[in-house]
């Protein structure tokens, strides 16, 4: 089912924006994939995969039935990863087959989400993280080659948080070296893995391990529940798919019990921890939470994943808003085009820089996890704890903020962007799941406040602190840091505000285990505290790393290019500092003087900003086929588009539908 798509001029108004732009649009482009050859790399690959039009769909996903929808989703997740077997893993090279290339041409493929997600997102990562060299070679070619499809079965029906809860229970029988899955409860039912109800033959599952009359806690083990060539359960497996969700329509996420089902003992994922012949366990010799490694690994990925969701959001509402007039400002003037309106600039170019923010501070936090990895694999775990606490911070904040921009993009465009067809609706209910899955915000955020309140108690005795937290040495004995307006100023008023907040949690608990609680309870009784210090350090990260990284990657740039990307990396201080001024007059000496000055500048710089807008977008070069929204397309014929998709809707199938004869005549006649 190809779609034709007409060709249209530009709207004049949008052609109009781009002759303002005052900067080189593919140097910033470049900045943001990461090297112009990187830029070229991903034009090369959109190409291969979205020229030939195999991602169109002549009847809207949204116009679908549920199971119509995933039997769509299944056809084309087929087509998608032949191509990308067959043409875009040779350009990328096999390791890569996470490259965010691949993710961004799926889109195209996929307005809710491919049944195939998790397979590649979180099976395949798995087994390269947690096999053994000879586990990766029986199962890693065969994934990648489609071979077996796989999931992630990890969370259950009565625990996700918690997972030294989960019940499921994998029990070692030496005789026949066999491990034996079992759900004992209805609680302990797996529950919620993507594309396990109805596509995935093997799955990745975490059990309680018992072996010799003892429980070693969770494990991985790989199984396999269907058939590969009938695809029916296998005897002692109770599969299917867990029913309608706000979001995630087509990922068909499944529901699995486990009845006495027997896999081999090679089946368990043995790269930290083993299961000899003879029953007799051995642990991991590096670090015990090393197994919650794919976790780990998702919650680097989405910071990546936010940006690129936000930008979609952001180039939908802008171009929208520079299309869309509304409202006469003075008598038989023109309507101004909305994007004019200081209030939409202040709810939109926040979303630039944020996308901005997140892709930069995620290529960081992708090195520090790639050497923390390095290390992990000579032996040394030192630095776990701290790439622990960085990702479930940035995780947390990043799939928060985006949701709440994500928003904010919808509200921009009114009416309209409550539609289906402008695509915000499923942007924004794919990364509402963000901000559950992989571990809750409130969840992670209490993680990182774990290694927050340890690394304070360290620079409090004059210990050196881990490179995140370096600024706990220079603030925390400081009351209240002196207030400065510039950049460096602004980035220390968030180290201070971290600081100030961290040491305020420790004075609660410690105050508390003095009045008699036990330290259990103390913690519990600071835990909204404990969340907002979390969620500030995580802003002094990003306002930092962010600043640093652009700086760093425009020190080649063109005069323009880099005074572009400094009035985004200053808004996006701005904008922060003024939604904190609470915490800066409780932790620096900023002034009301301080603060009108401060909003007096921001405001100047949207109006700065203004002229560049529409280009900051099309610097994102997401193609039409990857936005899916009548709002957002390059050409920004807005109304054509949304009078083409309601033409669409089934409901015009027929100028009249038969409950009229059924229903509404028969009232109308009084005959009902
Ligand atoms: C191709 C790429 C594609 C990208 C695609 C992106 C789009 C993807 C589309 C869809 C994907 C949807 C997929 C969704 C999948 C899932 O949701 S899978 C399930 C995820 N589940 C969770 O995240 C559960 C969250 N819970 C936890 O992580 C943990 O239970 C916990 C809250 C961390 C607590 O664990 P536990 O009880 O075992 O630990 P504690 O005893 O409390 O802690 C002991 C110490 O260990 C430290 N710790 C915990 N975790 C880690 C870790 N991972 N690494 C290092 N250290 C860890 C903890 O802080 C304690 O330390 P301390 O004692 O020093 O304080
Ligand atoms: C779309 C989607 C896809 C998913 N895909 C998968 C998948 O592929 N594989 C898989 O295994 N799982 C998957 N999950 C499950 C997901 O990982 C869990 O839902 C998530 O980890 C949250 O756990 P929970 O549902 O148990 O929430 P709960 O832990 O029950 O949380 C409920 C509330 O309690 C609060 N809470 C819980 N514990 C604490 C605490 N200690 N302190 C303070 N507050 C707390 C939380 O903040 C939250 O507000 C998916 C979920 C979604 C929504």
């Not at 947690?130 to 029906?157: F, H, N, R, V």
């Amino acid at each position: 089912m190809k779609a034709n798509r007409p060709k249209r001029d530009v709207h004049p108004d949008l052609a109009r924006e781009r002759l303002k732009c005052n900067f080189n649009i593919e140097e910033v482009t470049n900045i943001i994939d990461g090297g112009k050859d990187k830029t070229l790399e991903r034009k090369k690959i959109e190409d291969i995969a979205l020229n030939n039009g195999a991602c169109l769909d002549e009847i809207p996903d949204e116009c679908l039935s549920i199971k119509e929808r995933y039997e769509n989703a299944i056809r084309k997740s087929c087509i998608y990863s032949n191509i990308v077997r067959n043409e875009m893993l040779e350009i990328t090279g096999m390791e890569n087959f996470e490259s965010p290339v691949l993710r961004r041409t799926a889109d195209a493929f996929f307005k809710d989400i491919s049944p195939f997600m998790l397979h590649l997102g979180m099976f395949v990562p798995t087994l390269i993280g947690q096999s053994t060299p000879e586990q990766m070679a029986e199962w890693l070619p065969k994934a990648l080659d489609m071979k077996i499809i796989g999931a992630y079965a990890q969370t259950e029906l009565g625990h996700g948080t918690f997972i030294r809860g989960l019940e499921t229970t994998a029990t070692y029988d030496p005789d026949k070296e066999e491990f034996v899955l079992h759900s004992p409860t209805i609680t302990s039912y797996k529950w919620w893995a993507g594309g396990l109800g109805k596509t995935a033959n093997h799955c990745v599952v975490m059990a309680q391990l018992y072996t010799q009359g003892e429980c070693h806690g969770t494990h991985l083990f790989i199984v396999q529940i269907r058939d590969l060539d009938t695809h029916m359960p296998l005897p002692g497996i109770k599969v299917g798919e867990i029913g309608p969700r706000m979001g995630f329509s087509s990922a068909d996420n499944g529901f699995l019990g486990f009845n006495s089902f027997r896999i081999p003992r090679q089946n368990m994922l043995m790269k930290h921890a083993k299961v000899e012949k003879d029953g007799c366990y051995v642990k991991s010799a590096k670090h015990g939470k090393l197994t919650y490694g794919t976790m780990v690994f998702i919650r680097v990925t989405l910071v990546s994943e936010m940006s690129f969701n936000l930008s979609k959001a952001a180039t939908i509402a802008i171009r929208y808003s520079a299309v869309r007039r509304q409202t006469e400002l003075r008598p038989n003037e023109p309507e101004p085009q909305i994007l004019d309106y200081p209030t939409q600039q202040h709810k939109l170019f926040i979303c630039i820089a944020t996308a901005h923010a997140f892709q930069l501070t995620s290529k960081w936090l992708w090195d520090t996890f790639q050497a923390v990895m390095a290390d992990v694999r000579k032996g040394n775990v030192d630095a776990l704890p701290e790439l622990h606490a960085l990702s479930s911070c940035l995780k947390a904040v990043s799939t928060s903020d985006a949701l709440s921009h994500i928003e904010q993009c919808r509200f921009a465009c009114g009416g309209h962007g409550y539609m289906l067809s402008s695509n915000l609706p499923f942007i924004y209910s794919f990364v509402a799941a963000t901000r559950t899955y992989e571990g809750d915000y409130t969840v992670l955020l209490l993680q990182t406040a774990r290694f927050l309140v340890k690394a304070w108690e360290q620079a409090e005795s004059g210990n050196n602190v881990t490179p995140t937290v370096a600024y706990l040495n220079r603030t925390a004995n400081t009351k209240r840091v002196v207030w400065d307006n510039t950049h460096e100023g602004i980035i220390q008023s968030f180290q201070a505000i971290a600081a100030g907040k961290i040491g305020q949690c420790v004075r609660s608990i410690r105050d508390r285990i003095k009045s008699g609680m036990d330290y259990e309870d103390a913690w519990l009784m600071t835990t909204v505290q404990l969340v907002a210090a979390a969620e500030a350090h995580c802003r002094a990260v990003l306002v930092n790393t962010y600043w640093n990284e652009m700086i760093r990657l425009t020190k080649s740039s063109s005069a323009n290019v880099k005074t572009v990307m400094h009035q985004l990396a200053v808004l996006y201080l701005m904008y922060w500092a003024l939604e904190k001024t609470g915490d800066l007059l409780k932790y620096s000496s900023v002034s009301k003087q301080d603060l009108d000055d401060l909003q007096r500048r921001y405001e100047e710089l949207l109006a700065a900003l203004r002229p560049n807008a529409v280009s900051l977008v099309d610097a994102f070069d997401l193609r039409d086929e990857i936005l899916h929204s009548s709002l957002g397309s390059y050409d920004g014929c807005v109304y054509e588009r949304l009078m083409e998709e309601a033409q669409k809707s089934p409901l015009n199938a027929e100028p009249v539908n038969p409950s009229f004869h059924k229903y509404i005549k028969p009232l109308m006649q009084g005959k009902l």
